[in-house]
């Protein structure tokens, strides 16, 4: 069985950081992307940030330059992500998702969903 698994969440005071863990079971992530998408309350999914199977790099947030990055480690298969200088407005439930070989923020090509981890910045 194909499957995601995040990590990491959690609460973090504002400025604070937090690395989240896109784990894989049941296949190998060495063909595919993965992107980290979030979903704030009240508010629809968007994508953050993406890495593809070479380890290209994609940003789907402006919002996010700068303060957060994504890597890959093939041989541990997990996706992070790196999120520093964190705000209030980062606040929302993260997930990752798995693409074949490259990023796309198009449901139609994301083929399996982890199921989300928190992530809470409040002082």
């Known amino acids: 069985q194909l499957q995601l698994v995040e990590s990491g969440g959690g609460l973090v005071q504002p400025g604070g950081s937090l690395r989240l863990s896109c784990a894989a079971s049941?296949?190998?992530?060495?063909?595919?992307?993965i992107g980290w998408f979030r979903q704030a309350p009240g508010k629809e999914r968007e994508g953050v940030l993406c890495i593809s199977s070479i380890g290209g790099t994609t940003n789907y947030a402006d919002s996010v330059k700068g303060r957060f990055t994504i890597s890959r480690d093939n041989a541990k298969n997990t996706v992070y992500l790196q999120m520093n200088s964190l705000k209030p407005e980062d606040t929302a439930v993260y997930y990752c998702?798995?693409?074949?070989?490259?990023?796309?923020?198009?449901?139609?090509?994301?083929?399996?969903w982890g199921q989300g981890t928190q992530v809470t910045v409040s002082s």
């Open positions: 998702a798995a693409s074949i070989l490259h990023c796309t923020e198009d449901r139609g090509g994301l083929s399996t």
């Open positions: 049941g296949f190998t992530l060495n063909y595919y992307a």
